[in-house]
């Protein structure tokens, strides 16, 4: 059974900073692309960042380049995305996806995903 379960998000300060983690099980964690997607209310759900299966290659949404950082661990099972100079625009939850793609930015080529976690970006 494959599980992805986020963890990391919760209320921060514009400005701030908030590092997501996605524990993976279930699969051969080291062959899959792994992806960060947020949905805000009303709004469809969002790439934000992707990684290659072997950590070589990254990719991001323009609005978060230079702020926010996706990285893996695949002794771990583990992908972590570092968000720093956090916007009230940023507040969504967030859902790590699992692509059997080595590299992809488009959702429909996610095969798992997690249940999401909520960051607000709030003073």
């Known amino acids: 059974q494959v599980q992805l379960v986020e963890s990391g998000g919760g209320l921060v300060q514009p400005g701030g900073s908030l590092r997501l983690s996605c524990d993976v099980s279930?699969?051969?964690?080291?062959?899959?692309?792994m992806g960060w997607f947020r949905q805000a209310p009303g709004k469809e759900r969002e790439f934000v960042a992707a990684?290659?299966?072997?950590?070589?290659?990254?990719s991001y949404v323009e609005s978060t380049k230079g702020r926010f950082t996706i990285s893996r661990d695949n002794a771990k099972n583990t992908v972590y995305l570092q968000m720093n100079t956090l916007k009230p625009e940023d507040t969504a939850v967030y859902f790590c996806?699992?692509?059997?793609?080595?590299?992809?930015?488009?959702?429909?080529?996610?095969?798992?995903w997690g249940q999401g976690t909520q960051v607000t970006v709030s003073s």
């Open positions: 996806a699992a692509t059997r793609s080595s590299f992809s930015s488009n959702a429909r080529t996610y095969n798992y």
């Open positions: 279930g699969l051969t964690f080291s062959t899959y692309g």
């Open positions: 990684i290659r299966s072997n950590g070589g290659s990254t």
